[in-house]
């Protein structure tokens, strides 16, 4: 097939090309039988960019890629700012410095200046083939050129602080969103609960909201979607985590009025949409 005729593909066309490139390119897994059904074939080309490492890949697979994720995104729907309520009244209403809104749903369909996915020190994504964290999900349909830039990007600090050098807690990173609807990714690691909850990790989890906010105002970028950082996996209690994310986003907008139109909490669970309800919609 000819570099001419990709534009002339349909999805299944470009789901089942791209699935033998990416067993070809894996190596390992060229001749891994693919399966017939749709859903398979989806999920094995998932778990072949997953655990791909960050290394160059041919010009014609990635605009076949991204011609794919683009579709992918149609599919599942892009939601704009503007199909998102505005809480009308929270506890700091008389001084707010900018619109909030709760938004549940995949934060990879969003359509705004920047999302915030919750990585580890590494900073490349998870390797875990599908996996439902949001990392994984974000590096997914963003398409393989986030994880290559992140590695650029680690490239450089390793260059400057060392070869261990891992990225620190609350020290976002920030890329382009590559497929996704979004502009920019906006990438933070929070602070992980071994044992009791302390002082230090609500500290943390805090400064991971205000930096962030501070990257998103210094980029010149006017919203921004936060997941739910460091709860999950990172086992930070949810309920806490949302009254510090609450807390620090409402009182950082009040402090810089005009610098951020829009800050969406982006929630996947249910106890959590339950939870920033409580907070927010006084």
Request: charged fraction near 25%; glycine fraction near 6%; charge should be negative.
């Amino acid at each position: 097939m000819t570099m001419d005729m990709h534009g002339g593909m349909t999805q299944e066309q470009r789901l089942d090309w791209l699935v033998e490139e990416f067993k070809e390119d894996s190596g390992t897994y060229r001749d891994l039988e693919t399966p017939e059904q749709a859903d398979g074939k989806r999920q094995l080309l998932r778990s072949l960019m997953n655990i791909r490492m960050p290394r160059p890949m041919g010009e014609e697979v990635l605009r076949v890629q991204d011609a794919y994720l683009l579709g992918r995104a149609q599919e599942k729907g892009v939601v704009r700012l503007a199909d998102i309520p505005v809480i009308t009244k929270t506890p700091a209403d008389s001084d707010l410095g900018g619109e909030i809104s709760i938004w549940q749903g995949d934060i990879t369909r969003l359509e705004c200046d920047a999302i915030v996915n919750a990585a580890n020190s590494r900073m490349l994504g998870c390797f875990q083939p599908c996996h439902s964290c949001i990392d994984n999900c974000i590096h997914t349909y963003a398409g393989i050129q986030l994880r290559q830039a992140c590695e650029a990007e680690m490239q450089k600090l390793r260059e400057k602080y060392g070869p261990d050098y891992e990225q620190p807690t609350a020290v976002p990173m920030i890329t382009d969103a590559y497929n996704l609807p979004a502009k920019k990714v906006i990438h933070i690691v929070g602070p992980i609960v071994m044992g009791p909850l302390s002082r230090e990790h609500e500290r943390d989890l805090g400064e991971c909201y205000r930096s962030t906010l501070e990257i998103v105002r210094e980029h010149g970028l006017r919203s921004v979607a936060f997941c739910c950082i460091s709860t999950g996996v990172f086992r930070f209690p949810n309920r806490r985590a949302a009254q510090i994310a609450a807390d620090t986003v409402l009182r950082w907008l009040s402090e810089n009025p005009g610098d951020i139109d829009r800050v969406i909490f982006n929630v996947f669970k249910d106890e959590d949409l339950q939870l920033y309800q409580e907070l927010l919609e006084k």
